[in-house]
């Protein structure tokens, strides 16, 4: 039983980690812009697909990573440009509806580039499974775990210690201030769907050898990584991380120890009963609300 | 009179079409369709436009309407009407015992939580299969039996659904002229300004909450037993996506923005089967593009600039 739990453990963690990039992705644009992207999930089924389309076309691995990542990145920065900035002001039902918009729009686009069948990358470095203690992992979840620490220490340091990264908590922290002190904000708004957009797709690119990717494979990883987002307090990109990892931890418990066909109903209940207890998430601040 | 003349025009309207077009399909079959998205869009505009509540899952109060309906009328042999009748009642209690601590939630936090909830019981409904029969549904509903008179048939069925519909508008603008309406549209502009002038906020979003909630769990119960199948994927989070779509359309915080939403919709979707892999795409472009361009929804929109022209109009002559 012990090795069993240290299994669901390992596996928990990869499906957390691939949350908690997504969750982390959810902060960053919140961070910039108030907005919840409801395309976030968008972004990570894109970056799958484009790179399983670029491989079969015959790029090796690296490079078609390299490309459908850039290439998110600039489906991201369309996004801010045509769907969020004309609607600046806006309330935030409207934004919300505005980016679920955004990415029925984008799983259309993917139906009618890539079909409704199912594809996968081939894993980074084989799939002889690695024996660990009583527990065996797959060399991709290593790929993911190693990526996702390296992903976060980068963002962190991106907000602590670069010049760039003060000026964009600046801008989540009030806008007009920001401005008022020479601050770009509207190249930080782009900077922040940009960079949410290639983390997303980063994150796609790792998981599509493990899962199978189709056109609406980011509906689910999308809302579990919102799920995250606000489990960890929205706004708070370290509370996103803990967030998904607890997300995912508790969802494969729940797969092994109860019944795998409620493991979504489980997370979700579990996001529930957080909002109900903390209505601002775990690890998020207490805000008066501004009358 | 003026306050509810829109509803005898859609009333006249509802019976003149199928006695100039009886027997088509677009009036008899697609109007019906269209007569539950009404009921669901304007019970989801009381929500969202005049209480500035959001839900992004308010399908499962449509499924669970119809799934307890569906069970007690095939599973226990319940007459169809008293399942109706049941299938309110227990959403009436889920959605009271649901309504406090989910409108304790503001913005983001409550878009989440109705998500969690639709999800979660779509998941219920896929796999309590001993219940509901899981992803294969429920076949062999009755059809809704008024008093002996039983419902079978195309049109009699538009019949129903459009009585219920327009009993559904009438309460619905009642609702919103009461004091509760009033209430409602204090919470809408400023929650705290509105508890200061002592309005009980929770206790309205609650009762509209309740009342959103019923009108979801009618559709549902009529969709049961019209179509005599459910199955789990007409109560899921695109279904959803579609309701808000419906009232957004429309124009939030106007009962006919959302009943002309929820039309709207209804023959855009027999119109775009043909081009089915478009869908999608022109879905989503749909919802952007309304929600950038004219906020307030296509209807309420067209209408104010109407108003304006025949203002305008009028002063040259």
Known sequence: ?291 | MMRLAGLYALAAAVVVLPILWPDNYFVIVVGASAGLHVILAVGLNLLMGYAGQISLGHAAFFGLGAYTSAILSTRFGWPSLAALVASLLAVGVLAWLFARPILRLRGHYLAMATLGFGIIVHVVLVQATQWTGGPDGLSGIPPLNLLGWPVDGDLQWYGVIMAAMLLVLWLSLNLVDSQVGRALRAVHGSEFAAQMMGVDTGRAKTQVFVVSALFAAFAGSLFAHQQAFVSPDSFNLIVSVELVTMVVLGGMASTFGAACGAIALTFLQQGLVVFEDYEMLIHGALLMAVMIFLPQGLFVGLHQAAGRWWRASSRRL
Not at chain 1, 223 to 237: H, R, T, W
Request: aromatic share 8%; charged share 10%; proline share 4%.
């Open chain 1, 1 to 291: 039983m012990p090795e069993q739990l240290f299994q669901f453990l390992v596996t928990g963690i990869t499906v957390g980690s691939l949350y908690a990039l997504v969750g982390l992705g959810f902060a960053l644009i919140y961070n910039a812009s108030d907005v919840v992207n409801f395309a976030q999930g968008e972004f990570v089924m894109l970056g799958a697909m484009a790179a399983i389309a670029l491989l079969s076309a015959g790029l090796p691995l690296p490079l078609a990573a390299v490309v459908a990542t850039l290439a998110t990145v600039a489906v991201g920065l369309l996004l801010e440009r045509f769907a969020i900035e004309p609607a600046a002001g806006a309330s935030v039902v409207a934004t919300i509806i505005i980016t679920i918009g955004a990415a029925i729009f984008l799983r259309g686009v993917a139906l009618l580039l890539w079909g409704k069948d199912f594809h996968s990358l081939p894993p980074f470095s084989g799939d002889a499974p690695i024996r660990l203690g009583g527990a065996t992992v797959l060399p991709q979840s290593l790929w993911v775990l190693g990526a996702t620490v390296l992903l976060v220490i980068v963002v962190r340091t991106f907000f602590n210690r670069t010049l760039l990264g003060k000026a964009l908590l600046a801008c989540a922290f009030n806008r007009t201030a920001a401005q008022a002190v020479g601050i770009n904000v509207k190249v930080m708004l782009r900077l922040a769907y940009g960079l949410s957009a290639g983390l997303g797709a980063l994150a796609g690119i790792l998981i599509a050898p493990i899962t199978f990717s189709s056109y609406e494979a980011g509906v689910m990883l999308g809302l579990k990584g919102f799920s995250a987002a606000i489990v960890g307090g929205i706004g708070n990109p370290m509370g996103a991380v803990a967030g998904g990892l607890l997300l995912g931890v508790l969802e494969v418990l729940g797969a092994g120890l109860v019944s795998s066909g409620y493991k979504d109903a489980i997370a979700f209940v579990f996001v529930l009963m957080v909002l109900f207890f903390e209505p601002t998430g775990l690890f998020g601040h207490k805000v008066a609300e501004r009358v």
